[in-house]
């Protein structure tokens, strides 16, 4: 079978173009995210250049092959932020904006400069994905997947060598460059690769897109939708695994039940958007408090509970007294009137036999603290 280097080009625009379209037809948009809709964004940009520079061939060459440069080289930036939203990293603004504008415009001008020209936007596709293909497959790029940034990588670093190839070629041997359209052997594996390679890399972004929707699914089913703590649900769970290792290895474990003082009042004279913001900014306090190993979550309502692993009495004493300090400082001022909370703590005893034992002994805690007065940490085991 003979592959003709301007059948490929037709067939690599149709490939891209009809991917997009069923993207398009094929996400929910509305809840799409930023990686998505650039990836979306770089397949509409390969198919405007390969467009464009087919056109070139008919009509205006100076002007379409340059705007087609320019829209292939776009449409790699559009694939860098897609990368970079899934990686959750910052894109840095030379790879978005300065190296495609300094090459299409170097384009534009050498164009007379036939091996200027080519070498000059072949480098910096290469560069392009070059980097493209190293931020995908380096090692350590947090909690990203490895399968579609393994797919998308490998993907782009195949031709990324191709690129490169033709950019050696262009310079050093400039009348062995092929024709746009010629049926040269480097054009054809060139055009062959980039045709998988998009499909391969649409395919790769699609399973990141699923990734991050499942992430997000998780995300939503384990934190509290108001505060951003977790639910009630995970904190138990989370905590009594802390509670079996403290069980296991004789260490300490002490749990801290918090209640929003006249939290009632609250949303009967203020309003409830007033009062779901309080909630936000206490759960923000609380958490500010606290150190990485420490689990909090929103156990009701008002109510709020931290289990403290390694931990005893002193422990929940440090939280309280550091949340009450943040509430006083930060958060009433913000509010525009005092917040306050009355606390409950009680630690593991060598009796218990449950995670929901040492809670409930904080809860009563918390109980007394309430007829007490309120604004106030009673201990397990001590008067209010």
């Known amino acids: 079978m003979k592959l003709d280097a301007q059948t490929l080009f037709l067939s690599m625009w149709a490939n891209v173009t009809l991917t997009s379209i069923a993207l398009l037809i094929g996400v929910n948009w509305r809840q799409a995210r930023?990686?998505?809709r650039a990836w979306h964004a770089a397949m509409w940009l390969q198919s405007l250049g390969w467009a464009l520079l087919m056109g070139a061939y008919r009509i205006w060459?100076?002007?379409?092959?340059?705007?087609g440069v320019g829209a292939l080289l776009a449409s790699h930036s559009c694939a860098y932020l897609a990368a970079q939203a899934y990686l959750r990293?910052?894109?840095?603004?030379?790879?978005?904006y300065g190296l495609p504008a300094a090459a299409t415009l170097l384009h534009w001008i050498s164009f007379h400069h036939f091996a200027v020209r080519i070498a000059v936007v072949n480098a910096a596709l290469a560069a392009q994905m070059s980097w493209l293909a190293w931020l995908l497959l380096r090692p350590r790029v947090g909690h990203a997947g490895w399968r579609w940034r393994w797919l998308a990588g490998t993907a782009?670093?195949?031709?990324?060598?191709?690129?490169?190839?033709?950019?050696?070629?262009?310079m050093?041997?400039?009348?062995?460059y092929p024709a746009f359209d010629s049926p040269h052997p480097l054009n054809v594996l060139g055009l062959v690769v980039a045709n998988a390679g998009l499909m391969i890399a649409t395919l790769a972004f699609l399973l990141a897109h699923r990734d991050e929707a499942e992430q997000e699914l998780e995300r939503r089913a384990n934190i509290d939708g108001l505060t951003g703590s977790l639910n009630r649900r995970v904190l138990l769970e989370r905590g009594e695994q802390a509670w079996s290792l403290a069980r296991r290895h004789g260490q300490?474990?002490?749990?801290?039940?918090?209640?929003?003082?006249?939290f009632k009042q609250i949303n009967d004279q203020r309003g409830h958007p007033?009062?779901?913001?309080?909630?936000?900014?206490?759960?923000?306090?609380?958490?500010?408090?606290?150190?990485?190993?420490?689990?909090?979550?929103?156990?009701?309502g008002e109510e709020f509970c931290v289990v403290l692993p390694l931990s005893g009495l002193e422990a929940a004493c440090a939280v309280d007294g550091r949340l009450r300090e943040t509430l006083a400082a930060d958060v009433s001022p913000a509010l525009g009137f005092t917040l306050d909370f009355s606390a409950g703590a009680a630690e593991l005893q060598a009796d218990d036999t449950s995670l929901a034992e040492v809670v409930a002994r904080a809860d009563r805690a918390l109980y007394r603290a309430k007829e007490g007065g309120r604004g106030r940490l009673v201990l397990d085991g001590t008067p209010a």
């Open 34 to 36: 930023s990686g998505i």
């Open 61 to 67: 060459p100076m002007q379409l092959s340059t705007a």
């Open 89 to 96: 990293q910052p894109a840095h603004r030379w790879w978005v």
């Open 156 to 170: 782009l670093l195949a031709s990324a060598l191709l690129v490169f190839a033709r950019t050696v070629l262009a």
């Open 172 to 176: 050093w041997a400039p009348s062995e």
């Open 252 to 262: 300490r474990l002490a749990v801290l039940m918090l209640d929003i003082d006249h």
């Open 274 to 300: 007033v009062g779901d913001h309080a909630l936000v900014l206490f759960a923000q306090a609380l958490q500010r408090g606290m150190r990485p190993s420490d689990l909090a979550g929103r156990y009701g």
